[in-house]
């Protein structure tokens, strides 16, 4: 069985059918790409999973159990981590600082102190930072880090919560292109290391090529294309499309019209 079961999932906004039915599945250990041009329903599609938006009509199931109703909070506790952007006030924290929060966060624990929480689980943190190739900077400011690694950091955080899921928006957003391929890299050792799967949407599809397993392509709140990378790509009907004339997810709606889906 899958570990996430998405069907006939929809929500709108007001006049605006942002998602329209959309079904797809994702096994552990697998890294998902979900692409599309803007406005297709990405992002709408990543809250119904994390229980920030309400779908208006059909399932989300985590291993076999609905998620649909429930709070984000319920959602988290039940193994579906997101990355988050460290918030500045986070950010004169140091880095095991920022892990240690995350972890107490998961253990539940509130401290009146920081000084009683500061030496909490911090070994527990420094193995996370470890797996991220952060260790070596534990102890500096959040605040003074080179982008890519503030990256690697909030990806540390998320795995503080074990998630059996991960979800990330635009992961690589903002990133130089070597940065990019490095944070992916991580995260692809993250999944076969951890049997974690991830569900993430981008724009490079050099990315997109490299690391996903597997991808599904939404345009206008429908999916149009879901399979390997690869295939996907010589898909004659995609290539023409989407890959062929001038490469722009434009092409994706156009391909969605043709399929009288827009
Ligand atoms: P993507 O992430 O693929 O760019 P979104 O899921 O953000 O797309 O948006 C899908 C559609 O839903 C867009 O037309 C967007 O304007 C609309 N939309 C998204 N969120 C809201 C909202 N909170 N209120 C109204 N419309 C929204
Ligand atoms: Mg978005």
Not at 33 to 38: K, M, T, Y
Request: hydrophobic content about 45%; overall charge neutral.
């Amino acid at each position: 069985m899958s570990l996430l079961q998405v069907s006939e999932l929809g929500k709108s906004f007001g006049g605006v059918n942002a998602v329209q039915g959309i079904s797809f599945e994702l096994a552990k250990g697998e890294l998902l790409a979900l692409i599309g041009p803007n406005g297709a329903g990405k992002s709408t599609t990543f809250n119904m999973v994390n229980g920030q938006l309400k779908a208006d009509r059909g399932s989300i199931r985590l291993d076999g159990q609905e998620l649909v109703g429930r709070k984000p909070r319920q959602i988290w506790r039940m193994g579906v981590g997101r990355t988050f952007q460290i918030a500045e006030t986070f950010a004169s924290l140091t880095v095991v600082e920022n892990v240690q929060m995350a972890l107490l966060s998961h253990d539940g624990r509130l401290f009146s102190t920081w000084r009683r929480a500061s030496d909490h689980r911090r070994d527990d943190a420094l193995a996370l930072l470890d797996q991220v190739g952060m260790k070596a900077q534990a102890d500096r400011a959040c605040s003074v880090l080179a982008y890519g690694d503030v990256k690697r950091v909030e990806l540390a955080i998320a795995m503080a919560n074990s998630p059996k899921l991960l979800l990330m928006d635009e992961p690589t957003a903002g990133m130089a292109p070597k940065e990019r391929n490095s944070l992916m890299a991580l995260t692809k050792q993250l999944v076969i290391d951890r049997g974690m799967a991830v569900l993430f949407t981008e724009h490079s599809m050099d990315v997109v090529f490299a690391y996903a397993d597997r991808m599904i392509v939404l345009a206008r709140g429908h999916l149009i294309a879901e399979g390997r990378p690869l295939e996907v790509r010589d898909d004659p009907e995609v290539q023409e499309v989407y890959f062929g004339s001038g490469r722009t997810f434009e092409n994706i709606a156009a391909r969605a019209a043709k399929l009288g889906l827009a």
